[in-house]
């Protein structure tokens, strides 16, 4: 079992960035492909991006491709979402989270374990 805490949220104005960070313990990363999604206020949670575990092989939403990047480095047991050209539509509750057949999937089902999630807030 792998247990997974996101960092790096907060409120940021329209245009800019921010670098989340999702720590996991438990178990090695690299052992797991890493989703990130989000769900904002009133709405269902949604995919944003994954990577496979090597890092080789990457996924995005299409609302958020050419400006988040997903990354992860295994030496550090992390997984970083890079956030570009924030607009007030990506305010929401950012989740990490760890697939243990190691597919590279949209599918929230199909992801194993889950952080707590941090909030993003992007102002206009």
């Known amino acids: 079992q792998v247990q997974l805490v996101e960092s790096g949220g907060g409120l940021v104005q329209a245009g800019g960035s921010l670098r989340l960070s999702c720590a996991a313990s438990?178990?090695?990363?690299?052992?797991?492909?890493m989703g990130w999604f989000r769900q904002a206020p009133g709405k269902e949670r949604e995919f944003v991006a994954a990577?496979?575990?090597?890092?080789?092989?990457?996924i995005y939403a299409e609302s958020v491709k050419g400006r988040f990047t997903i990354s992860r480095d295994n030496a550090k047991n992390t997984v970083y979402l890079q956030m570009n050209s924030l607009n007030p539509e990506d305010t929401a509750v950012y989740y990490c989270?760890?697939?243990?057949?190691?597919?590279?999937?949209?599918?929230?089902?199909?992801?194993?374990?889950w952080g707590q999630g941090t909030q993003v807030t992007v102002s206009s």
């Open positions: 989270a760890a697939e243990s057949a190691s597919r590279v999937t949209m599918i929230d089902r199909r992801y194993d374990y």
């Open positions: 438990g178990r090695t990363l690299s052992t797991y492909a």
């Open positions: 990577i496979n575990r090597s890092g080789s092989s990457t």
